[in-house]
Nanobody
Framework: VQLQASGGGLVQAGGSLRLSCARS????????VGWFRQAPGKEREFVAA????????YYEDSVKGRFTISRDNAQNTVYLQMNSLKPEDTAVYYC?????????????????WGQGTQVTVSS
């Protein structure tokens, strides 16, 4: 399973970005997908996750109300809409997937990881 994370970039504080996690060569519809981020010198941390069915989603407290995770099975893609961005959101964002997952906030259950996309929020 190969995942491609994209959509990162440089944005001013208060701005928005939409990240995409796509799978090539197969369906993503039966995989739970999580987004994690890693800032320089810090551990990789959970951001958001969505169950394979799309019925459940989870968010890290600092992004609740600002970020929204969603999936479009027709496009074989999971999105992370990020609004009201803050400088502390600056990090490399990774997507990860696990088959028939319910959406975990831990890195452990995820079997497949994308390469990461850089998000930089300037103040």
């Amino acid at each position: 399973v190969q995942l491609q994370a994209s959509g990162g970039g440089l944005v001013q504080a208060g701005g928005s970005l939409r990240l995409s996690c796509a799978r090539s060569g197969g369906t993503l519809s039966i995989y739970a997908v999580g987004w994690f981020r890693q800032a320089p010198g810090k551990e990789r941390e959970f951001v958001a996750a969505i169950s394979w069915s799309g019925a459940a989603s989870y968010y890290e407290d600092s992004v609740k109300g600002r970020f929204t995770i969603s999936r479009d099975n027709a496009q074989n893609t999971v999105y992370l809409q990020m609004n009201s961005l803050k400088p502390e959101d600056t990090a490399v964002y990774y997507c990860a997937a696990v088959k028939y997952g319910l959406g975990s906030t831990s890195r452990v259950p995820y079997d497949y990881w994308g390469q990461g996309t850089q998000v930089t929020v300037s103040s």
